[in-house]
């Protein structure tokens, strides 16, 4: 508890993110057994995923909550998500050994949030879902009588994904591996390379990831990376990062061709150069781009109209990965949202240039928000008739009884239906002449 109250501490009151929070308070502490490490994370992240939920029942029901000292406050913070996740009351306030306003407040928590309920269907949608209002509002317009379900989803701990590092093995292969190690293990239902690892563990210590048979990547990323469908020849991912995409790419190339992984961040592409050793691929071409959009065409001069496949994995709001970066949805504002529609615009435009006649451009983001998925990608095609959409079910594995894994040629992936994060996919292919 004294470790997930320092790590709380500095996501609230510092504004870290949520992750580097943990990694700090986690690292020096080499006496909590890997249980014990898990079990801190997974407190933070509950009560960060119900933070606004929280902060309006804990107001309601524990009088003078605020004139509280800060660290009193955010172990009752922790203490209340534990209600929130199903524990009882009396229990949590027992091991606690709350005062007895503390307890008292624990104790009314359920019934209170089951009466947020009633409330118009916006503002339930804000609190019970721990959302900005914006945000709410947004989601209900887009997902109507789904927006509920969506935001209980996107509330919920993501499972653990492996893809299959094909370089180096079959699924089949590695899923044998995994359970000598001791994991249990299953093939994912939408992703031929996806493996869910149900064993609760540190994934990383495991031999068959230091020996880079696998790397950890949701199901839907793992779907996006399939759009491309890459030939083995020149190959580009315009905002590669630490590489996840560009090893499936590679993999799916058979370390052939060329694959340039080109991102603005150098430190994230030296990320990118390690799991490449790991992994085995070969055929990385890796290069730090300016941000400057000028200079930016200037560096990628040599690679102009040459690309038979491109990918813009652009940077956007998070809003399909709450479940698993649950305070970016705190950080998210409409001026921020605004900027990354400016943003996704500007990449589109700069990136097709490098498509030659005949290749395709491959736009993805990890948003659930029309803004930044249909509204851009028609956009780009009504500036642009040497484009045009090319249905994206022709490039992914039907899936069988479930959901459709597209909406009008566009993969569109959503927590609640498909068990996935959020995605969205569009292939724009380039007329040949």
């Known amino acids: 508890m004294q470790a997930a109250l320092e790590a709380y501490s500095l996501f609230r009151r510092e504004r870290w993110l949520a992750d580097r929070a943990l990694e700090h308070t986690l690292r020096p502490k080499r006496n909590l057994y890997a249980n014990e490490r898990r079990a801190v994370s997974e407190r933070v992240y509950a009560t960060v995923r119900r933070q606004r939920t929280i902060d309006h029942l804990l107001d309601e029901l524990r009088p003078g909550f605020h004139a509280l000292p800060s660290s009193r406050q955010d172990l009752l913070r922790l203490h209340a998500a534990r209600v929130l ?37 916006d503002r339930k949608l804000a609190l019970l879902g721990s959302l900005p209002d914006f945000l709410a509002k947004r989601f209900r317009e887009e997902l109507g009588p789904d927006a509920e379900a969506a935001v209980a989803a996107m509330n919920t701990r993501a499972p653990l994904c492996a893809r299959t590092n094909t370089l180096k093995g079959t699924r089949e292969a590695l899923m044998q591996r995994l359970r000598e190690e001791g994991v249990d293990c299953r093939p994912a239902p939408l992703s031929p390379l996806g493996i869910f690892l149900d064993t609760r563990l540190n994934a990383f210590s495991l031999k068959s990831f230091k020996e880079g048979f696998f790397e950890l990547q949701d199901e839907g990323s793992q779907l996006l990376g399939q759009l491309v469908d890459p030939p083995p020849t020149r190959v580009v991912d315009a905002c590669a ?8 790419l590679s993999a799916e190339m058979k370390n052939r061709g060329e694959l340039f992984a080109l991102d603005v961040d150098g430190r994230r592409l030296e990320e990118l150069k390690r799991r490449a050793r790991r992994d ?14 000028e200079a930016a065409l200037a560096a990628l001069e040599d690679l ?10 652009a940077p956007c709001s998070g809003t399909g990965t709450f479940r698993r970066k649950p305070d970016a949805r705190y950080r998210l504002s409409p001026e921020e949202l605004a900027m990354h529609l400016e943003r996704q615009r500007a990449l ?22 029309r803004a930044e998925n249909e509204d851009v990608v028609e956009g780009f095609l009504s500036r642009h008739p040497e484009f045009s959409l090319v249905p994206a079910e ?27 994060d959020g995605f969205f996919g569009a292939i724009l292919g380039r007329a040949k002449t």
């Open 348 to 369: 589109l435009e700069q990136f097709s240039t490098l498509v030659k006649p005949g290749g395709r451009l491959i736009y993805g983001t990890c948003s659930i928000l």
């Open 304 to 313: 102009r109209g040459k690309a038979d496949r491109v990918l813009v994995d």
């Open 85 to 121: 996740e199903g524990e009882s009351p009396a229990t949590v306030g027992r091991a606690a050994a709350l005062d007895d306003a503390d307890a008292r407040a624990l104790e009314q928590i359920p019934k209170a949030a089951a009466a947020l309920e009633r409330l118009p269907a």
């Open 394 to 420: 022709t490039r992914l594995p039907a899936p069988g009884k479930g959901p459709p894994l597209t909406r009008g040629g566009y993969l569109r992936l959503y927590t609640h239906l498909h068990g996935t």
């Open 241 to 248: 990062g630490a590489g996840g995409k560009s090893l499936q």
């Open 280 to 293: 085995g691929v070969h055929n990385v071409r890796i290069r730090e781009v300016p941000a400057e959009r």
